[in-house]
């Protein structure tokens, strides 16, 4: 099962080529652990988690753009074994909005196959730790 890393409304995304995954539009600033694993990748704008299955979950926080580091404060490093729920990274939403830098969360599976069924939540409204998928 991997949760919302964020609260805030969802929009579903299919059809992001080898990955599938959905957008939030964040209400707040934290970004939290979705699932318990490893963090494979933790710069700029984008955080990997792999999880005990194999699944790598790639949390990105807006768009990619020099300088990103000035809103966005990553709290975790690369081989760092992780909690679902875990405080992953800070952002400054309010100083992006302000300069209109688009601050939606993409949390995809990055290495998802078409062999595997993923149900993913219908809820509109998301609260941190609901559920997003299940693999199954």
Known sequence: MITSPVSGSLEINEGLGSRYGMTINPSTGKIYAPTNGVVEFARNHSIIIK???????????????EKMDQFIHIKTQENTMVSR????AVFDRRKMLGKNIHTAIDISICNYQSNTEI?????????????LFVII
Not at 51 to 64: H, L, S, T
Not at 85 to 88: D, I, S
Not at 119 to 125: A, C, G, V
């Open 51 to 65: 999880n005990k299955d194999g699944f790598r979950i790639q949390i990105q926080v807006g768009e990619q753009i």
């Open 119 to 131: 149900l993913k939540s219908t809820s509109r409204n998301l609260k941190v730790g609901d559920n």
């Open 85 to 88: 729920g875990e405080l992953l």
